[in-house]
Each structure stands twice: as structure tokens, then as C-alpha cells.
């Protein structure tokens, strides 16, 4: 069973950082895509960062310049630097991972519990 784990989230003032972490654990021979939504109160989730497995990275324009995708295959494990923090940016965070369990066999969206950032003013 795959599953994958969030860390990283908290309270933060505006202008500080955060590096969010998402480590996969159980059968994976390999992770293709991956990425990183979130959430705010009240609004639509929407799509905050994608890395592909060669580290072609896209971001939500709101987030460029402040945000870093980025990835560890040795480790299954993918992150999200938050730096320059706005109050805008409070949100739930998910993790999401297109992982393959086996060479033969087609890859599976799996997601991330979630991770509360906040930031106030």
C-alpha cells in the first residue's frame, strides 16, 4: 500500500518561510509527476506547483519568484519551499504523487492528508 505522508506546515508571519515535505513509503518503483495543491477557506482547491521526474517545474503565477518545487528520488520525497510568505497564502496544502508500484503496470494518482499554512499579518 502506497501512501503519502505531509510535514512541514504551521503558523508563520508574513515576509517568513516554510518548507513543506511529502514523503511517499510502500511499494513504488518509480514516481513520475508530482505536485502540490492547496485550499483557503471557503474558495476552490487549486493547483499551486508540478515537478515531472526530470524536474521541469511550472508554478500558479501568484506563487512565482517566491515558491521552489523540488524533489528527492532517492528518498520519495518531494518538497515545497514557501518563502516571502503572504496572508494569502493561508491554505490546506496537499501533496499529490502519480506513482508506478510496478515496471509493467500503469501509474496511480495518490494524495497527500493535507497540511494547514498559515500566515498572519
Known amino acids: 500500500q502506497v501512501q503519502l505522508v505531509e510535514s512541514g506546515g504551521g503558523l508563520v508571519q508574513a515576509g517568513g518561510s516554510l518548507r513543506l515535505s511529502c514523503a511517499a513509503s510502500g511499494s513504488i518503483f518509480s514516481i513520475n509527476a508530482m505536485g502540490w495543491y492547496r485550499q483557503a477557506p471557503g474558495k476552490q482547491r487549486e493547483l499551486v506547483a508540478t515537478?515531472?521526474?526530470?524536474?521541469?517545474?511550472n508554478y500558479v503565477d501568484s506563487v512565482k519568484g517566491r515558491f521552489t518545487i523540488s524533489r528527492d528520488n532517492a528518498k520519495n520525497t518531494g518538497y515545497l519551499q514557501m518563502n516571502s510568505l503572504k496572508p494569502e497564502d493561508t491554505a490546506v496544502y496537499y501533496c499529490?504523487?502519480?506513482?508506478?508500484?510496478?515496471?509493467?503496470?500503469?501509474?496511480?494518482?495518490?494524495w497527500g492528508q493535507g497540511t494547514q499554512v498559515t500566515v498572519s499579518s
Open positions: 499529490n504523487a502519480d506513482i508506478k508500484r510496478t515496471r509493467f503496470t500503469k501509474t496511480t494518482l495518490y
Open positions: 515537478i515531472t521526474s526530470s524536474g521541469t517545474t
